[in-house]
Protein backbone atom coordinates (compact mmCIF):
# COMPACT_ATOMS: atom_id res chain seq x y z
CA UNK A 1 0.00 0.00 0.00
CA UNK A 2 1.24 3.50 -0.58
CA UNK A 3 2.04 5.65 2.13
CA UNK A 4 -0.56 7.59 3.39
CA UNK A 5 -2.41 8.89 5.96
CA UNK A 6 -5.17 11.08 6.90
CA UNK A 7 -5.54 13.11 9.69
CA UNK A 8 -8.10 13.05 11.30
CA UNK A 9 -10.28 10.05 9.96
CA UNK A 10 -13.55 11.55 12.11
CA UNK A 11 -14.18 14.83 12.80
CA UNK A 12 -17.58 16.53 14.35
CA UNK A 13 -17.23 20.35 14.57
CA UNK A 14 -19.39 22.98 14.47
CA UNK A 15 -20.37 25.80 12.36
CA UNK A 16 -17.80 28.73 11.85
CA UNK A 17 -14.54 26.60 12.92
CA UNK A 18 -11.94 26.83 11.13
CA UNK A 19 -10.58 22.92 10.44
CA UNK A 20 -7.60 21.75 8.65
CA UNK A 21 -7.50 18.47 7.49
CA UNK A 22 -3.72 16.75 7.09
CA UNK A 23 -2.30 14.25 4.14
CA UNK A 24 0.94 13.39 4.66
CA UNK A 25 2.40 10.71 2.51
CA UNK A 26 5.80 8.90 2.70
CA UNK A 27 6.26 8.05 -1.19
CA UNK A 28 7.59 11.58 -2.62
CA UNK A 29 5.15 11.81 -5.05
CA UNK A 30 4.94 15.08 -6.63
CA UNK A 31 1.22 15.34 -7.12
CA UNK A 32 -1.22 15.83 -3.93
CA UNK A 33 -4.86 15.94 -4.17
CA UNK A 34 -7.59 16.79 -2.45
CA UNK A 35 -11.30 15.58 -3.14
CA UNK A 36 -14.94 15.61 -1.57
CA UNK A 37 -17.06 12.60 -1.58
CA UNK A 38 -20.43 13.16 -1.46
CA UNK A 39 -23.88 11.16 -2.82
CA UNK A 40 -24.85 11.80 -6.73
CA UNK A 41 -21.65 14.05 -7.10
CA UNK A 42 -18.87 11.19 -7.17
CA UNK A 43 -15.72 12.62 -6.42
CA UNK A 44 -15.30 16.39 -6.78
CA UNK A 45 -11.71 17.97 -6.82
CA UNK A 46 -11.52 20.83 -4.62
CA UNK A 47 -7.24 21.84 -5.04
CA UNK A 48 -4.25 19.90 -5.88
CA UNK A 49 -0.40 20.68 -5.73
CA UNK A 50 1.89 19.57 -8.88
CA UNK A 51 5.31 20.59 -6.59
CA UNK A 52 6.20 22.17 -3.12
CA UNK A 53 4.00 26.11 -2.85
CA UNK A 54 2.78 24.91 -6.33
CA UNK A 55 -1.20 24.57 -6.25
CA UNK A 56 -4.44 25.28 -7.98
CA UNK A 57 -7.71 25.12 -7.98
CA UNK A 58 -10.32 22.43 -8.60
CA UNK A 59 -13.56 22.50 -9.55
CA UNK A 60 -15.18 22.93 -5.88
CA UNK A 61 -12.18 25.67 -4.16
CA UNK A 62 -14.68 27.86 -2.84
CA UNK A 63 -14.56 28.05 1.10
CA UNK A 64 -11.09 25.76 1.12
CA UNK A 65 -7.43 26.66 0.84
CA UNK A 66 -4.52 24.79 0.74
CA UNK A 67 -0.85 24.95 1.82
CA UNK A 68 2.10 22.59 0.66
CA UNK A 69 5.56 23.94 2.52
CA UNK A 70 7.12 20.69 1.88
CA UNK A 71 6.45 17.63 -0.40
CA UNK A 72 5.02 15.10 2.05
CA UNK A 73 2.63 17.12 3.57
CA UNK A 74 -0.76 18.72 1.67
CA UNK A 75 -2.76 20.46 4.34
CA UNK A 76 -6.84 21.66 3.36
CA UNK A 77 -8.37 24.08 5.22
CA UNK A 78 -11.69 25.30 5.49
CA UNK A 79 -11.11 28.81 6.90
CA UNK A 80 -15.42 28.83 8.64
CA UNK A 81 -16.74 25.71 8.49
CA UNK A 82 -20.25 25.42 7.00
CA UNK A 83 -23.01 22.22 6.79
CA UNK A 84 -22.55 22.13 3.32
CA UNK A 85 -18.82 21.13 4.02
CA UNK A 86 -20.12 18.16 5.93
CA UNK A 87 -19.06 15.22 3.48
CA UNK A 88 -16.15 12.55 3.05
CA UNK A 89 -12.63 13.96 1.87
CA UNK A 90 -10.46 12.11 0.03
CA UNK A 91 -6.59 13.00 -0.64
CA UNK A 92 -4.68 11.03 -3.13
CA UNK A 93 -0.83 11.08 -4.16
CA UNK A 94 0.57 10.27 -7.74
CA UNK A 95 4.02 10.07 -8.99
CA UNK A 96 3.64 12.24 -11.70
CA UNK A 97 5.30 9.52 -14.08
CA UNK A 98 3.71 8.18 -17.39
CA UNK A 99 1.06 5.45 -16.69
CA UNK A 100 0.49 5.92 -12.90
CA UNK A 101 -2.70 6.02 -11.15
CA UNK A 102 -3.57 8.01 -8.23
CA UNK A 103 -3.15 5.96 -4.53
CA UNK A 104 -5.65 7.17 -2.11
CA UNK A 105 -5.81 7.69 1.31
CA UNK A 106 -8.69 6.15 3.49
CA UNK A 107 -10.64 9.16 3.95
CA UNK A 108 -11.91 11.91 6.36
CA UNK A 109 -15.47 11.70 7.11
CA UNK A 110 -16.19 15.56 8.23
CA UNK A 111 -19.48 16.64 9.98
CA UNK A 112 -20.49 20.09 10.58
CA UNK A 113 -22.94 20.74 13.07
CA UNK B 1 -12.23 22.20 -18.63
CA UNK B 2 -11.91 18.92 -19.04
CA UNK B 3 -15.39 16.69 -17.87
CA UNK B 4 -16.28 13.02 -17.55
CA UNK B 5 -19.82 11.94 -17.93
CA UNK B 6 -21.20 8.39 -16.19
CA UNK B 7 -24.56 8.16 -17.95
CA UNK B 8 -25.30 5.39 -15.70
CA UNK B 9 -26.15 6.11 -11.75
CA UNK B 10 -26.65 2.28 -11.33
CA UNK B 11 -26.68 -0.90 -13.02
CA UNK B 12 -27.20 -4.56 -12.17
CA UNK B 13 -25.97 -8.10 -13.71
CA UNK B 14 -26.51 -11.75 -12.69
CA UNK B 15 -23.79 -13.40 -11.22
CA UNK B 16 -20.97 -15.03 -14.06
CA UNK B 17 -22.86 -12.38 -16.94
CA UNK B 18 -21.09 -9.63 -18.34
CA UNK B 19 -21.75 -5.99 -17.82
CA UNK B 20 -20.82 -2.62 -19.43
CA UNK B 21 -20.35 0.26 -17.67
CA UNK B 22 -20.00 3.43 -19.80
CA UNK B 23 -17.87 7.01 -19.85
CA UNK B 24 -17.62 9.63 -22.04
CA UNK B 25 -15.02 12.72 -21.19
CA UNK B 26 -14.39 15.99 -22.80
CA UNK B 27 -11.25 17.01 -23.62
CA UNK B 28 -8.83 19.17 -26.15
CA UNK B 29 -5.75 17.32 -25.40
CA UNK B 30 -4.56 14.43 -27.60
CA UNK B 31 -2.12 13.07 -24.84
CA UNK B 32 -3.85 12.22 -21.51
CA UNK B 33 -4.42 9.31 -19.43
CA UNK B 34 -7.78 7.24 -18.60
CA UNK B 35 -8.93 5.31 -15.47
CA UNK B 36 -11.50 2.81 -13.64
CA UNK B 37 -11.35 2.94 -9.98
CA UNK B 38 -13.31 0.82 -7.79
CA UNK B 39 -15.07 1.90 -4.48
CA UNK B 40 -16.31 -0.79 -2.83
CA UNK B 41 -18.08 -0.18 0.58
CA UNK B 42 -15.11 0.09 2.55
CA UNK B 43 -14.83 3.10 0.70
CA UNK B 44 -10.83 2.47 -0.83
CA UNK B 45 -10.01 3.04 -3.71
CA UNK B 46 -8.72 0.19 -5.88
CA UNK B 47 -7.30 1.29 -9.45
CA UNK B 48 -9.22 -1.48 -11.75
CA UNK B 49 -8.01 -0.40 -15.37
CA UNK B 50 -5.65 2.47 -17.00
CA UNK B 51 -5.63 3.26 -20.55
CA UNK B 52 -2.96 6.13 -22.29
CA UNK B 53 -4.73 7.90 -25.18
CA UNK B 54 -1.58 7.25 -27.40
CA UNK B 55 -2.01 3.78 -27.74
CA UNK B 56 -4.64 2.73 -29.83
CA UNK B 57 -4.51 -1.45 -28.22
CA UNK B 58 -7.10 -1.77 -25.81
CA UNK B 59 -5.95 -2.58 -21.61
CA UNK B 60 -7.15 -5.85 -20.45
CA UNK B 61 -6.38 -6.51 -17.07
CA UNK B 62 -8.14 -10.43 -16.32
CA UNK B 63 -11.77 -10.46 -16.21
CA UNK B 64 -11.86 -6.44 -16.58
CA UNK B 65 -11.63 -4.41 -20.13
CA UNK B 66 -12.06 -1.27 -21.97
CA UNK B 67 -13.13 -0.43 -25.42
CA UNK B 68 -11.41 3.31 -26.33
CA UNK B 69 -13.10 5.13 -28.94
CA UNK B 70 -10.68 8.36 -28.91
CA UNK B 71 -12.42 10.19 -31.81
CA UNK B 72 -15.57 9.79 -29.74
CA UNK B 73 -13.92 10.19 -26.62
CA UNK B 74 -15.67 7.24 -24.93
CA UNK B 75 -13.77 4.87 -22.59
CA UNK B 76 -16.22 1.94 -21.60
CA UNK B 77 -15.59 -0.71 -18.82
CA UNK B 78 -16.53 -4.82 -19.98
CA UNK B 79 -16.18 -6.87 -16.41
CA UNK B 80 -16.76 -10.44 -17.72
CA UNK B 81 -17.98 -13.43 -15.58
CA UNK B 82 -19.29 -10.90 -12.86
CA UNK B 83 -18.86 -11.87 -9.42
CA UNK B 84 -20.14 -11.02 -6.44
CA UNK B 85 -17.16 -8.96 -4.73
CA UNK B 86 -17.76 -6.87 -7.90
CA UNK B 87 -20.49 -4.87 -6.63
CA UNK B 88 -18.89 -1.81 -5.72
CA UNK B 89 -19.17 1.96 -7.16
CA UNK B 90 -17.28 2.63 -10.34
CA UNK B 91 -15.55 5.68 -11.15
CA UNK B 92 -14.29 6.53 -14.17
CA UNK B 93 -11.12 9.16 -14.09
CA UNK B 94 -9.16 11.87 -16.54
CA UNK B 95 -5.82 13.16 -16.34
CA UNK B 96 -4.12 15.60 -18.07
CA UNK B 97 -0.54 15.07 -19.79
CA UNK B 98 1.55 16.46 -16.87
CA UNK B 99 2.68 19.65 -15.46
CA UNK B 100 0.61 21.98 -14.43
CA UNK B 101 -2.17 20.77 -16.36
CA UNK B 102 -2.19 17.24 -14.10
CA UNK B 103 -5.95 17.22 -12.71
CA UNK B 104 -7.44 14.38 -11.87
CA UNK B 105 -10.74 14.54 -12.85
CA UNK B 106 -13.75 11.70 -11.66
CA UNK B 107 -17.17 11.27 -12.85
CA UNK B 108 -19.90 10.96 -10.93
CA UNK B 109 -19.99 7.08 -10.73
CA UNK B 110 -22.11 3.60 -11.64
CA UNK B 111 -23.33 1.91 -8.57
CA UNK B 112 -22.93 -1.93 -9.86
CA UNK B 113 -25.05 -4.54 -7.89
CA UNK B 114 -24.17 -8.20 -8.83
CA UNK B 115 -27.35 -10.77 -8.40
CA UNK B 116 -26.78 -14.26 -6.72
Known amino acids: DAGITQSPRHKVTETGTPVTLRCHQTENHRYMYWYRQDPGHGLRLIHYSYGVKDTDKGEVSDGYSVSRSKTEDFLLTLESATSSQTSVYFC????????????FGQGTRLTVV | AQTVTQSQPEMSVQEAETVTLSCTYD???????LFWYKQPPSRQMILVIRQEAYKQQNATENRFSVNFQKAAKSFSLKISDSQLGDAAMYFCAYRGPGGSNYKLTFGKGTLLTVNP
Open chain 1, 92 to 103: AISPGAVNTEAF
Open chain 2, 27 to 33: TSESDYY
